[in-house]
């Protein structure tokens, strides 16, 4: 029987993990997370802030500039990061890239009271989007309307919307729970009470409407609310395994603000080496042909005890 959290003990999640596993995590050093890229799985480092940003931000050009009225792509995208956002305006702008043919997919919303959350509501991820991006490009150029696609509470046209065009890159970060968008460890309740779902049958949920572990609460409160955890919905929409294996590629970005130096470890060790486990559902893209992580350098430090 695996141990019980030692941060929410009805929960999985990576503290139930093997304990060789997380000290193997902490002792990497940067060098070694450099090295250790395989087939399937690339490793890339930034040195600037600028050159971290404007990456992230030009896979949304490359995926828009695929895009032909007989073969539409586009990409899906998160809410944290957020500072490509701006940038992918601007440059579709200066650039003036039509995207009639293009779409977008953003990755998640809240839902409080069985019901996504709406235009109105500040930590809102579609008002985001909206708010740093959309409503910067020039209309002349934007995509059609139906073509920004929103998971809701009842994710039906959002998951039908995944067969309109081809999702050229999914973005991501990694939240403190070792998510991509909410797709949290499940409750440790059920048929899941001694052993977390395993990678098979994680990977059939679809777009749904999902329970947030209390750690993802913490961690949104902290970056978008001043740390007013009472403001942060329990629940969320999110998309799911079967949407994000529809995607030619899995983007994953760190800036080193969403999870800690230990957490960016521990899911790249899992990756290549092919260890998928839902208590820390990124690694289960371990699994997934193509994947990328992207690091900004100065943002990681070494996985060491330091008191202040």
């Not at 939240?175 to 059939?204: C, M, S, V």
């Amino acid at each position: 029987m695996r141990p019980l959290s030692t941060i929410a003990p009805e929960w999985w999640d990576y503290t139930t993990l093997d304990r060789e596993i997380l000290d193997d995590a902490a002792a990497l050093t940067i060098k070694d997370i450099s090295e250790m890229g395989r087939d399937g799985f690339t490793i890339k480092f930034y040195d600037t802030v600028e050159d971290f940003f404007l990456a992230e931000a030009l896979e949304y050009i490359t995926s828009w500039q695929a895009a032909t009225a007989d073969q539409p792509t586009g990409i899906c995208g998160p809410i944290g990061p957020t500072e490509q956002l701006p940038l992918v305006a601007r440059l579709v702008n200066e650039l003036e890239l039509d995207l009639k043919n293009c779409h977008f997919w953003g990755m998640d919303e809240w839902v409080v009271d069985g019901k996504e959350t709406g235009m109105d509501f500040p930590l809102g991820f579609a008002k985001a989007d909206w708010d740093l991006c959309f409503s910067r490009i020039r209309k002349d150029l934007l995509m059609p309307e139906e073509n920004i696609h929103f998971p809701a509470a009842d994710p039906t046209a959002y998951i039908k919307s995944w067969n309109d065009a081809t999702c050229k890159v999914m973005q991501g970060g990694q939240g403190e729970i070792k998510h991509w968008a909410f797709n949290d460890p499940l409750r440790r309740e059920g048929e899941y009470k001694d052993q977390p779902p395993t990678p098979e049958q994680y990977r059939q949920l679809a777009t749904r409407v999902v329970d947030l572990h209390p750690m993802t609460q913490i961690q949104n409160a902290r970056t978008s609310g001043g740390g007013a955890v009472q403001n942060v919905p329990t629940q969320a929409v999110t998309v799911g395994p079967q949407e994000t294996w529809m995607a030619e590629k899995v983007s994953i970005w760190h800036p080193g603000v969403h999870d800690n130096d230990f957490g960016m470890r521990l899911s790249t060790l899992m990756i290549s080496k092919k260890i998928p486990d839902s208590s820390v559902p990124m690694s289960l893209l371990a699994d997934h042909d193509n994947v990328q992580f992207n690091f900004l350098r100065p943002a990681m430090n070494e996985c060491t005890i330091e008191m202040h």
